[in-house]
């Protein structure tokens, strides 16, 4: 069995009850990463796990998602596209409303007290100085950002979480911090959390955004499990996390970006629980079902929907056995099928996709292809029946009949 760390959210030692995620060599070491099986987390091992709990000089964030909590988004071809000036703005109006929502939680007869950590260019704290009256201070350790924020009138330290001393007086902690796309980063995050504990006021709110492996979007070994990205987080794993560090969740957003609110727990039975959710295996058949559909949806746009690619696509649905991922797969098939104008196995394919997960959105594509099949048939021919002249002298027929002529 090799050697690797506890699980970075809950601490359960390392096991063969882990499930290996996957393992991908980068520059001649294998860097494995593994799920654990109490809390779903998944860890990726480094070569040096006696690491600093710091984000190195040359980490960039890049945040995975979908409509206005996206980066990179998935084009028709399976490709992914970089961030735009329009979803970077609404990425941000989403976070000052977060921080808007969170400050209601606390109430004061001041200024309120906020903390970013890895705030980067400033550009949140810069917007927030608009629109609330409250005292700032950005934390961003790599210093061409730091210098940035402040040429934007941000109170900025070149300096990490772990290198503020805790408040000597109670009155002097935070109300609110906000951290985006660094715990993942981090070798202990349930450490980094506990010093974010001891910063924050006995009511505060704390608010952290990761990637959603149960969202994750690309190829799984090239974009999203990096040695740059030592944590891999399922909404329980997160939860997990902070729980196990003092805090008590008060809402999870599972989009493509994990967005969770806690506040201290007064309960201390929380700092040994596991927060419900997706178990191991599960996260593991969803993340690979992801994979499969990816290498199916990549597959029918470069050669389109040839027989031999619709034979790959079947052999795929069926080994899969994750039904939301089966019917994901389905789907990529049928819209192919569709846009080459085969609408009879387009349908087909939307049907085998409502087995597996009814969405009205597939159910109405599906009623649509079917009333375009209809169509292209043409009209229906009404039957006409010929009846034989009845003899002179007979007595007239039954009007029922007349109703048997279409």
């Given at each position: 069995?090799?050697?690797?760390?506890?699980?970075?959210?809950?601490?359960?030692?390392?096991?063969?009850?882990?499930?290996?995620?996957?393992?991908?060599?980068?520059?001649?070491?294998?860097?494995?990463?593994?799920?654990?099986?109490?809390?779903?987390?998944?860890?990726?091992?480094?070569?040096?796990?006696?690491?600093?709990?710091?984000?190195?000089?040359?980490?960039?964030?890049?945040?995975?998602?979908?409509?206005?909590?996206?980066?990179?988004?998935?084009?028709?071809?399976?490709?992914?596209?970089?961030?735009?000036?329009?979803?970077?703005?609404?990425?941000?109006?989403?976070?000052?409303?977060?921080?808007?929502?969170?400050?209601?939680?606390?109430?004061?007869?001041?200024?309120?007290?906020?903390?970013?950590?890895?705030?980067?260019?400033?550009?949140?704290?810069?917007?927030?100085?608009?629109?609330?009256?409250?005292?700032?201070?950005?934390?961003?350790?790599?210093?061409?950002?730091?210098?940035?924020?402040?040429?934007?009138?941000?109170?900025?330290?070149?300096?990490?979480?772990?290198?503020?001393?805790?408040?000597?007086?109670?009155?002097?902690?935070?109300?609110?911090?906000?951290?985006?796309?660094?715990?993942?980063?981090?070798?202990?995050?349930?450490?980094?959390?506990?010093?974010?504990?001891?910063?924050?006021?006995?009511?505060?709110?704390?608010?952290?955004?990761?990637?959603?492996?149960?969202?994750?979007?690309?190829?799984?070994?090239?974009?999203?499990?990096?040695?740059?990205?030592?944590?891999?987080?399922?909404?329980?794993?997160?939860?997990?996390?902070?729980?196990?560090?003092?805090?008590?969740?008060?809402?999870?957003?599972?989009?493509?970006?994990?967005?969770?609110?806690?506040?201290?727990?007064?309960?201390?039975?929380?700092?040994?629980?596991?927060?419900?959710?997706?178990?191991?295996?599960?996260?593991?058949?969803a993340v690979w079902s992801n994979e499969a559909r990816l290498t199916v949806k990549q597959a029918l746009a470069k050669t389109g929907a040839t027989d031999a690619v619709l034979e790959l696509v079947a052999s795929t649905h069926a080994r899969c056995r994750w039904a939301p991922g089966r019917a994901d797969i389905a789907l990529e098939a049928a819209v192919a099928l569709e846009r080459a104008d085969r609408y009879g196995e387009a349908a087909t394919w939307l049907r085998e996709s409502l087995l597996d997960r009814h969405d009205g959105e597939v159910a109405a594509m599906l009623r649509r292809i079917e009333w375009i099949e209809r169509s292209r048939r043409g009209?229906?021919?009404?039957?006409?029946?010929?009846?034989?002249?009845?003899?002179?002298?007979?007595?007239?027929?039954?009007?029922?009949?007349?109703?048997?002529?279409?």
């Amino acid at each position: 069995m090799p050697k690797f760390p506890p699980c970075s959210a809950c601490g359960l030692p390392f096991s063969s009850q882990f499930i290996q995620l996957a393992g991908h060599v980068r520059h001649g070491a294998e860097i494995p990463t593994y799920l654990c099986p109490r809390c779903s987390h998944g860890t990726t091992a480094t070569p040096d796990q006696s690491a600093p709990n710091r984000v190195t000089a040359a980490y960039r964030t890049r945040v995975y998602g979908d409509h206005e909590h996206a980066a990179l988004l998935e084009d028709d071809r399976g490709q992914f596209a970089e961030p735009d000036v329009e979803q970077e703005a609404l990425v941000r109006r989403r976070r000052v409303q977060d921080v808007v929502q969170a400050l209601a939680l606390v109430p004061r007869d001041r200024p309120h007290r906020i903390m970013h950590v890895g705030c980067r260019e400033g550009r949140l704290l810069e917007q927030l100085s608009t629109q609330i009256a409250a005292t700032t201070i950005g934390l961003e350790p790599w210093t061409p950002w730091c210098d940035e924020a402040r040429r934007r009138g941000v109170h900025a330290e070149a300096v990490t979480a772990e290198d503020v001393a805790p408040f000597a007086d109670p009155d002097e902690r935070l109300d609110l911090i906000v951290e985006h796309h660094l715990l993942e980063h981090l070798d202990q995050p349930r450490a980094h959390l506990r010093r974010l504990h001891r910063l924050l006021a006995d009511d505060g709110v704390l608010i952290i955004e990761v990637p959603n492996l149960l969202r994750a979007y690309g190829r799984l070994e090239t974009r999203f499990l990096q040695e740059h990205h030592r944590q891999v987080f399922t909404s329980r794993s997160l939860a997990t996390a902070c729980m196990r560090a003092g805090f008590s969740p008060l809402h999870i957003d599972r989009g493509a970006n994990l967005r969770i609110f806690c506040q201290k727990s007064h309960d201390p039975s929380e700092r040994s629980q596991v927060f419900h959710g997706a178990n191991a295996d599960d996260v593991f058949q969803a993340v690979w079902s992801n994979e499969a559909r990816l290498t199916v949806k990549q597959a029918l746009a470069k050669t389109g929907a040839t027989d031999a690619v619709l034979e790959l696509v079947a052999s795929t649905h069926a080994r899969c056995r994750w039904a939301p991922g089966r019917a994901d797969i389905a789907l990529e098939a049928a819209v192919a099928l569709e846009r080459a104008d085969r609408y009879g196995e387009a349908a087909t394919w939307l049907r085998e996709s409502l087995l597996d997960r009814h969405d009205g959105e597939v159910a109405a594509m599906l009623r649509r292809i079917e009333w375009i099949e209809r169509s292209r048939r043409g009209p229906r021919r009404r039957r006409v029946v010929t009846l034989p002249l009845a003899p002179a002298g007979a007595p007239p027929r039954l009007p029922a009949l007349a109703a048997m002529i279409n």
